[in-house]
């Protein structure tokens, strides 16, 4: 299983998808369930600021 890349928030069309887009290669082999959630937080967080500041950029080409 890959990781969660920066480039995948090219894939986020609905705030569902970020949840299925989200994959911790380690999740087995974190110390406890509560790690694996706070990484995958920080997985989320990273691809919505990546997707933020995409549109902002896109969003500046455009008008």
């Known amino acids: 299983m890959k990781r969660t890349q920066i480039q995948d928030f090219e894939k986020i069309d609905q705030a569902k998808?970020?949840?299925?887009?989200?994959?911790?290669k380690r999740k087995g082999k974190r110390?406890?369930?509560k790690k694996a959630k706070r990484r995958n937080r920080h997985y989320g967080r990273t691809l919505l600021r990546a997707f933020k500041e995409n549109y902002k950029n896109s969003e500046e080409f455009t008008s």
């Open 17 to 24: 998808d970020l949840d299925d887009l989200v994959k911790d």
């Open 31 to 33: 110390a406890n369930k």
